[in-house]
């Protein structure tokens, strides 16, 4: 395995994924952040819209890949 490679995820086996930052790094920035980010409220939708809401996690690991890459 390459340096800065894990293992990826998803059920495809033998698949490298390159990442931009150790996910031990993403947890401590997380766990330090966490207490920041509002309670989710759910609320019903006037449509009844089907969506499931994205994980707060999912957006920050995406958020912190932006600011790590600098786009």
């Known amino acids: ?7 990826s995820p998803d059920d495809r086996v033998g698949v490298l994924v390159m990442v931009a930052l150790h996910p031990r790094i993403v947890d401590a920035v997380r766990a330090s952040v ?3 980010i509002p309670e989710h409220r759910p609320m019903p939708h006037p449509l009844g819209c ?3 809401r994205i994980a707060d996690r999912v957006c920050f690991e995406g958020i912190l890949r932006g600011l790590v890459i600098g786009c």
């Open 1 to 7: 395995m390459t340096p800065g490679a894990i293992q």
């Open 34 to 36: 966490e207490p920041l």
């Open 50 to 52: 089907n969506r499931h």
